[in-house]
């Protein structure tokens, strides 16, 4: 009888050992969630990071696609909005390097920074995407930049100004810049390329500038503001499509509620096609979301593996924008 009873017991130990098992298996196809609510690789994939500058449709567009791109490639992503503080980005990365992760990609809050979130990082894998550092903290199978050369934007917007201003006879022109955060390495090259592409045409351009912070409330106030004190403006140039939105808005609240004079952005948003199809808008200059998202887990998986990514020259995957107007803009609406 005691032999029995000890049979029996076994046999009941061994049965609720696979019960258990059998359990253990089932959590473990459940992947665990992200921060961001995603779902972590389920094979043990790696870790990355993103830091977002500040959240606006742009930065929104290039964050879904960063997702998007992570997940399909077994990546468990990671990301948190800076709103627009060094400090907070910082504390992002270290967070990141504290918890093992492999790499992170950051949309810079000010250029300058660069250099404390490489040491920030360790000997995590470094993208740094949209907001260009200097090319000198570039490093070979460590540190990369997805984006474009920034020049390119402003360059657009000016060629197709001088060229109205050629068909209406005119070579000296009043124009108004909208402008995002000062000292950004982006609102320079944006800004000066513009002035740059317009003289290179033959235009006398006198500019009045501001800053919005790239707001479109902001840049509606300011425009409004500045159409009460009678003067004439014969193009308003934006580093972006929210500013050009807010100044449109201002001409048609204001006055005759006519769109005054032609006004350029730079983002080619959804709604910023809109304008352009519209006619309010009279050009936009395309960057990329998708492509910048998609670019950075391509370049992160190809510093993680070793393995060289088409598109990366000299450590730069370089996007090309494309001038938007009325005649085209119908291939940018989703």
């Not at 800076?82 to 918890?99: M, N």
């Not at 929210?242 to 201002?250: K, Q, R």
């Not at 090309?320 to 609406?333: G, H, K, M, Y």
Request: glycine share 10%; charged share 20%; aromatic share 6%.
């Amino acid at each position: 009888m005691k032999k029995k009873s000890i049979a029996l017991l076994m046999v009941l130990t061994l049965a609720t050992g696979a019960l258990a098992g059998c359990g253990r298996g089932g959590d473990a196809q459940t992947p665990a969630p992200t921060q961001d609510g995603g779902a972590a690789s389920a094979d043990g994939g790696y870790k990355v990071g993103y830091s977002m500058p500040a959240r606006d449709q742009f930065q929104t567009s290039m964050e879904k696609a960063i997702q998007a791109k992570a997940e399909a490639e077994g990546i468990e992503i990671s990301i948190l909005d800076a709103a627009g503080d060094v400090s907070t980005q910082i504390s992002h990365v270290q967070t990141w390097e504290a918890d093992g992760y492999d790499a992170v990609i950051v949309g810079l809050c000010n250029n300058d920074s660069a250099a404390d979130v490489l040491a920030a990082a360790g000997d995590m894998k470094v993208v740094f995407v949209n907001r260009q550092p200097s090319l000198d903290v570039l490093q070979n199978g460590k540190v990369v930049y997805v984006g474009t050369d920034e020049t390119l934007y402003g360059t657009e917007q000016g060629n197709y100004l001088a060229n109205i201003f050629k068909s209406e006879g005119k070579t000296d022109v009043n124009i108004a810049i909208f402008m995002g955060e000062l000292g950004l390495d982006n609102v320079t090259k944006r800004t000066q390329s513009a002035k740059d592409a317009l003289a290179a045409n033959g235009i006398n351009a006198t500019y009045v500038e501001n800053t919005a912070m790239w707001d479109r409330m902001k840049a509606m106030d300011l425009f409004s503001q500045m159409m009460n004190t009678g003067d004439v403006y014969d193009a308003v140039i934006c580093n972006n499509d929210e500013m050009a939105l807010g100044v449109i808005e201002a001409m048609q609240t204001s006055g005759d509620k006519q769109i005054i004079c032609p006004v350029v952005g730079i983002d080619a948003t959804d709604v910023g096609c809109a304008a352009v199809k519209e006619g309010t808008m009279a050009c936009s200059v395309f960057q990329d979301p998708v492509a910048q998202g998609e670019g950075t887990i391509l370049c992160a998986l190809g510093l993680l593996n070793g393995t060289p990514v088409d598109g990366l020259v000299d450590n730069y995957y370089n996007i090309r924008p494309q001038l938007v107007t009325r005649d085209n803009v119908d291939e940018f609406i989703k």
